[in-house]
């Protein structure tokens, strides 16, 4: 946080009072910080801040529609955030766009399983805001008060990461719905030849994607992270980090026969870990942190052998 404030040149933040402690971390020097406690009470300045601004119409400043609306910080997957620019015709554009494909409309009721901060929720608060539909929010991503408000709320629509999709089907909630509920997902396919997709053992090419799949059809497992770790004779060598589902239970000797049955035998991890993931805020795995706890002490982070 302390970062992206410094290299954005931010000089507002506006901070929900539960997250005050983070805040502390990340150095706040030049920078106008208005608390936001979300009740209204005596606490929320940021209520205040909104009810001392002048009634008269600010001057747009805007000289452009490709002027930026907006920095946007990438999850830090592979090392620091950086900062996207977002123009305002490409905001407006992909967020008209929005209604169109995702069918919004004044009836529509928007769920906020994704953080407004990701891409600007990949738009959606303009989306949303431009079909006159409402918004319902969530502080944290909670999977049984997620099925509260798809109940209580009558939810139409909600994006989700898959992680974030998994633990919300994956909950003892779940149930079908009498109507229909759009929930997009957002699934990049990986390209083929990334290089740090693709482990080498032994001269062989292994896709640490193809590995994942075929350990994710395991009733049992939630997610999982397939990267190579060093090997003295191979070079390198799947290892699988597993997640399972709640109340599931599974070995590595079982997880490893599974793969057998789908895979080339050389292919299959040689070992399995069970245990939460390293995740970024918006539930992206970082396997870059799996892979520098595993290549520690070693020159390189891919073997070649």
Partial sequence: MGYILAHSGARFLLLDTRLEGLAGQAGLAGVRVIRCAGDGGPGDRYEGFLAGAPPVRPVSWLGDEEETISVNYTSGTTGRPK??????????????????VAGLGAGSVYLWTLPMFHCNGWC?????????ARHVMMPAVDPARVWELIDGEGVTHYNAAPTVQLMILNHPRAHRLGRPVTAMVAAAPPSPNRGKDIIISGGENISSIEVEQAITAHPAVLECA??????PHWGERPKAFI??????????EEIIAFCRDRLARYKCPDTVQFGPL????????????????????????IGRA
């Fill in 83 to 100: 900062g996207v620019q977002y123009s305002y015709r490409g905001a407006y554009l992909n967020a008209l766009g929005e209604v169109i």
């Fill in 124 to 132: 959606f608060p303009w989306a949303v805001t431009a079909a006159a």
């Fill in 226 to 231: 397939v990267i190579g770790i060093p090997h």
């Fill in 243 to 252: 997640t399972l589902n709640q109340d599931a239970a599974a070995t590595p």
């Fill in 278 to 301: 390293p995740k970024t805020s918006t539930g992206k795995i970082q396997k870059f942190v799996l892979r520098d706890r595993e290549w520690a002490g070693h020159d390189n982070k």
